[in-house]
């Protein structure tokens, strides 16, 4: 899949992903992290939790188990995690999201 991003994201930090087959971009705050990201493949994430996190999906489909609902959110949708909230769910290859974590370290750069 050709990066989505412009050159101003893909010259920021590559962030350091649990994944596979993947660009992820990473803008560090103080306080938090914004992440650009892009998958090629799908990939499975196993529940979890953390600080609270914000995404708006730029291309193709997630679907997301937050506290037990599963939702699927597709180009043009966000979706909202709180903090200390359950989740998982599954990215299908293609998929493209700008996601802002409340967490100043939930990534670490490559």
């Keep these: ?3 989505l991003f412009p050159e101003l994201i893909t010259n920021l930090p590559k962030a350091d992903l649990p994944f596979a087959n993947y660009q992820a971009y990473i803008s ?3 306080k938090h992290q914004i992440i650009f ?4 493949e799908d990939i499975d994430i196993p529940e979890h939790s953390h600080e609270s996190q914000w995404g708006v999906v ?4 997630i679907e997301l188990i937050i506290d037990g609902v599963k939702n ?3 180009k043009g949708d966000s979706y909202s995690i709180g903090k200390g909230i359950n989740h998982s769910g599954k990215i299908f290859a293609g998929y493209a999201d700008i996601t802002f974590f409340n967490q100043k370290d939930r990534y670490s750069t490559k």
């Design 1 to 3: 899949m050709a990066n």
């Design 58 to 61: 730029l291309e193709g489909k």
């Design 72 to 74: 699927t959110y597709t």
């Design 37 to 40: 990201m892009q998958f090629d």
């Design 28 to 30: 560090q705050g103080e």
